[in-house]
Nanobody, 128 residues
Framework: QVQLVESGGGLVQAGDSLRLSCAAS????????MGWFRQAPGKEREFVAA????????VYANSMKGRFTISRDNANNLVFLQMNNLQPEDTAVYFC?????????????????????WGQGTQVTVSP
């Protein structure tokens, strides 16, 4: 069982940066792929970024490449999403998720089906 709690969201202006954090409970954090997803009002939840249990590789949705960076701190059960040059279209609730790496330290998961555990989400609002 993994419990996830996101933090770091807020209201920013276009061009600003935010760093989201996700704190995970449980002793099996290092055996999980971690991912970030987001969901805007009236839209489906979409993939943002993922990181393998070992920390490499990472993978990003095309629209986030070059602006967002996912990282993890396995010693402290933390996952981060650094978001730079935020735009109004990035406004959404951002969710942290954990999926079983099934012993593959290089596995990354890009669909919601791969993840078993989800946080409650943190709101990110970007004004023009």
């Amino acid at each position: 069982q993994v419990q996830l709690v996101e933090s770091g969201g807020g209201l920013v202006q276009a061009g600003d940066s935010l760093r989201l954090s996700c704190a995970a409970s449980g002793r099996t954090f290092t055996s999980h792929v971690m991912g970030w997803f987001r969901q805007a009002p009236g839209k489906e939840r979409e993939f943002v970024a993922a990181i393998s249990s070992s920390g490499s590789p990472t993978v990003y949705a095309n629209s986030m490449k070059g602006r967002f960076t996912i990282s993890r701190d396995n010693a402290n059960n933390l996952v981060f999403l650094q978001m730079n040059n935020l735009q109004p279209e990035d406004t959404a609730v951002y969710f942290c998720a954990a999926g079983d790496a099934r012993g593959n330290t290089r596995l990354v998961l890009t669909t919601t089906r791969g993840y078993s555990y989800w946080g409650q989400g943190t709101q990110v609002t970007v004004s023009p």
